[in-house]
């Protein structure tokens, strides 16, 4: 079992920045590859970005390539999402999700936080 728990949301401007951490508890965090996913109102949970355990891969939604940066302490059993350039369309709750295996379903959700866009 992982534990994880989301931090780091808030209210910004457009074009502002923030960085969200998802910290872990339980089972050896660094076995596990990381996920953020974004879900808005009205909206289906979309997946946003990842890393692998290793932190020697990752992989973004075309939406947030070259804005956001993933990025893992395995030392400190986080995993960072810093997002700069803003816009009010990345406004959503910010979940962070583990899974064991690339090729495995994510298994383990935070409980997500809250990142509010204004224009």
């Known amino acids: 079992q992982v534990q994880l728990v989301e931090s780091g949301g808030g209210l910004v401007q457009a074009g502002g920045s923030l960085r969200l951490s998802c910290a872990a508890s339980g089972r050896t965090f660094s076995n596990y590859h990381i996920g953020w996913f974004r879900q808005a109102p009205g909206k289906e949970r979309e997946f946003v970005a990842t890393i692998t355990w290793s932190g020697s891969a990752t992989d973004y939604a075309d939406s947030v390539k070259g804005r956001f940066t993933i990025s893992r302490d395995n030392a400190k059993n986080t995993v960072y999402l810093q997002m700069n350039s803003l816009k009010p369309e990345d406004t959503a709750v910010y979940s962070c999700?583990?899974?064991?295996?690339?090729?495995?379903?994510?298994?383990?959700w935070g409980q997500g936080t809250q990142v509010t866009v204004s224009s």
């Open positions: 999700a583990a899974r064991r295996t690339t090729l495995s379903n994510f298994a383990y």
